[in-house]
């Protein structure tokens, strides 16, 4: 093999030579770029893409676009808004109309009660001693005298519904009517059974 080199040997440096010039070439012609002399513009297109671009720089975005409806939609709660506080209003106005018709309606005096009916008057002298009615005194004799009772028939005639209108008209001797058992001393009275009158209300 040594022997080989030593004979060949200028063949061999010259084919080396060569190897090493190809792979020289090789690789300076992979690394060299393509050489642009200027940077495309939008103009080398033509005047309708440009404006096309334009128009799109020019245009809202979409988050712009997303914030309108919101915008009317804080239009729309104020106007509601609005409106529920004037329905408060209204619902507040209209309790204040009925508190005062109440109050109103509460202060008015109640009725007078209506007048006992006059009994039918007595003939004259015929009018009996009232003060004997237990519980009965000379100003409650004045007062039935004024309503036209000056008997003890009358009394003792008297109904449940007879009782109610005139005990309405005796102020404050209101309820001594029953209490005192009014009809019953009246209608012993009126009997003449003195002996049972003082048996069941004491002596005359």
């Not at 209003?89 to 109640?110: G, N, S, T």
């Not at 000379?138 to 000056?150: C, E, F, N, R, S």
């Not at 001797?173 to 059974?193: K, M, P, Y």
Request: aromatic share 6%; charged share 25%.
């Amino acid at each position: 093999m040594v022997q080989l080199i030593e004979a060949n040997w200028l063949i061999f440096i010259l084919a080396l030579l060569i190897g090493i010039a190809v792979a020289w070439w090789l690789f300076a012609r992979g690394s060299k770029g393509v050489p642009r002399d200027r940077r495309p513009d939008v103009l080398d297109e033509g005047a309708a893409p440009a404006q096309r671009n334009q128009a799109l720089i020019d245009a809202p975005s979409a988050a712009a676009e997303a914030l309108m409806p919101m915008a009317g939609a804080g239009t729309m709660a104020g106007i509601g808004e609005i409106i529920a506080v004037a329905a408060q209003e209204e619902v507040e106005e209209a309790e204040a109309r009925r508190l005062d018709a109440e109050e109103a309606a509460a202060a008015q005096p109640a009725p007078p009660p209506p007048p006992a009916p006059e009994p039918a008057p007595e003939p004259a002298g015929t009018a009996d001693d009232l003060l004997k009615l237990k519980g009965v005194g000379p100003k409650l004799v004045a007062l039935l005298h004024g309503l036209g009772i000056t008997s003890y028939a009358q009394i003792a005639a008297w109904s449940e519904a007879d009782i109610d209108r005139i005990d309405a008209g005796m102020g404050a001797f209101t309820g001594r009517i029953r209490r005192d058992n009014w009809v019953e001393q009246a209608r012993l009275l009126a009997s003449g059974d003195t002996g049972a009158y003082e048996a069941k209300f004491g002596k005359l």
